[in-house]
């Protein structure tokens, strides 16, 4: 008798699993069709927007290089700020509890920030000299 419940058991739980599973799999499905008709539906609206009178206007596309070259130059500044602190930090502790590979990427961090900084300052500084 027990050996027949457990059975019973085992059957009624391995059929709710696979339904589970099989619902699990059509919604997946179902989500993924779903996630790829708004994505060609939105890549269609991208180039409508791309192909249209108002962006090919060179004061609106200054502008917006303008603008994400400083939201740029603002992050660099405020990485080389927390990098500086961060050395004056070092500079208090002993260079010996830090491993030479730890200090070496954050020498590379630092040169990669300075140079996001340039580049951004250079690129605004062009973009200043074609408005004028």
Known sequence: MNILFTYFTLTVTQISIYLYLKSS????????????????????????????????????????VGESCNVTLNKSLRHLEFISTFEMYLENKNHKNFSVEFLQEF??????????????????????????
């Open 25 to 64: 799999l059509k919604n997946l499905i179902l989500g993924y069709k779903e996630s790829d008709a708004i994505a060609t539906k939105n890549h269609a609206v991208k180039r409508q927007e791309v192909s249209t009178d108002e962006i090919t206007n060179s004061n609106v596309l200054s502008s917006h």
């Open 107 to 132: 020498e590379k961090i630092k040169h990669e920030a300075q140079l996001t900084a340039l580049k951004s300052t250079n690129r605004l500084t062009h973009n200043m000299h074609k408005a004028a």
